[in-house]
């Protein structure tokens, strides 16, 4: 019996197969259509392992474990055994035979109707000519800034129009501003002599200031009493020159304005400085946004929101808090303040 008649016969519902037999049947078959019957499995049958689901195919002996070494060199040499593609013509550009043009459009007799000298007109006009056209008319929509302008001032405009995307005006380059040329060490001298002149002190943006020069203007406003505003913004302040700080604002009686941002500084520095703030109540503006550590925390946070509510002098905190709660009661107190600095200002007129 052929494997093909025994599958015709293992198919049809008619036959009467005895599976008791089925060593018998399969004794008669020969050793090449016991390989194919083998072969004949069903390669999406999940009850089977992937290894089983396919007879392997494989005729040749394997030449050991896999390496990536050898394959790779196998294929490249494989690559450079086989020839080139032949180009059977090559490639030559060419321009086409009937230049692309647009479709004409014929115009209905309605269009044809409509047509007046003012289409000629406009149809030859320039885009300057339209732009003041529309200017005049009041289409604004249909100019930006620049067109707009420059029809007013009667200026031709050199870029710009109606057939291309709307164009602003050319970026104008604004310079850097100079560099902070203040004297650091004349600046320690005079406030450490209480120098009268000096009521405004800026060291903002001064690179390479040391830590113990900013120190030594912190120790220097324990016995100012002239200085009135403070500016040492990005200085690199670290906690350490905040703390002296703190101790040099809890002595001084003169200053009204502090900023300190774009430093380097933790939450509980700044706690310390709102504390020292609090105990003489003469700094009447104190900015500390933009430190290194941007969220302050929750603790810290609750601890500002009281030092605030201490502080009837206080106008101006610059600082950016994490959580709402602090944001609304730190500007209800400082409108507070607002509020009763103004009647004292309007109660002292009257009084006048």
């Known amino acids: 019996m052929s494997d093909a008649e025994f599958l015709k016969m293992a198919t049809n519902k008619d036959v009467d197969i005895d599976l008791d037999n089925i060593d018998e049947l399969l004794a008669q078959l020969t050793a090449e259509e016991i390989d194919e019957l083998n072969g ?34 196998f294929l490249e040499k494989k690559a450079k055994e086989e020839k080139d593609w032949e180009n059977v013509t090559q490639y030559v550009k060419k321009a086409p035979e009937k230049p692309w043009k647009p479709k004409e459009v014929k115009k209905t007799k309605e269009e044809e109707a409509i047509d007046t000298e003012w289409d000629d007109i406009l149809t030859q006009a320039t885009e300057d000519e339209l732009v003041d056209l529309a200017a005049v008319l009041g ?33 104008k380059v604004i310079p850097f501003e100079p560099p ?25 943006n001064i690179k390479n200031i040391s830590h113990e020069r900013l120190e030594a203007v912190c120790e220097g406003l324990k016995t100012n009493t002239n200085l009135e505003i403070l500016e040492m913004a990005s200085v690199a302040m670290t906690d350490r020159v ?37 105990v003489n109540k003469n700094v009447t503006e104190f900015r500390a946004a933009n430190q290194k550590p941007e969220a302050l925390g929750n603790k810290v946070e609750t601890k500002i929101i009281k030092l ?43 009084d006048a």
């Open 40 to 73: 004949d499995f069903d390669p999406d049958n999940s009850f089977l392992p992937p290894s089983e689901r396919m007879k392997s195919q494989t005729l040749k002996d394997p030449t050991g474990p896999f390496s990536r070494k050898k394959l790779l060199a």
């Open 139 to 171: 289409f604004h929509g249909m100019l930006n800034q620049t067109q707009f302008y420059a029809s007013e001032r009667d200026e031709k405009l050199e870029s710009g129009g109606f057939t291309g995307m709307a164009k602003s005006e050319v970026l």
């Open 180 to 204: 902070n040329q203040t004297d650091v060490e004349d600046s320690i001298k005079r406030i450490k002599d209480n120098d009268s002149s000096l009521k405004h002190l800026n060291l903002n």
């Open 242 to 278: 905040a703390k002296k700080l703190a101790e040099g604002l809890q002595e001084n009686k003169t200053l009204k304005t502090l900023n300190i941002e774009s430093n380097f500084i933790t939450g509980e520095p700044l706690v310390e400085i709102l504390k020292a703030i609090n």
């Open 308 to 350: 605030v509510q201490e502080n009837d002098k206080i106008l101006t905190l610059g600082l950016a808090f994490e959580f709402p709660e602090t944001r609304v009661r730190v500007t209800s107190k400082l409108q507070d303040n607002y509020d009763q600095m103004r009647k004292k200002r309007v109660g002292t007129k009257a």
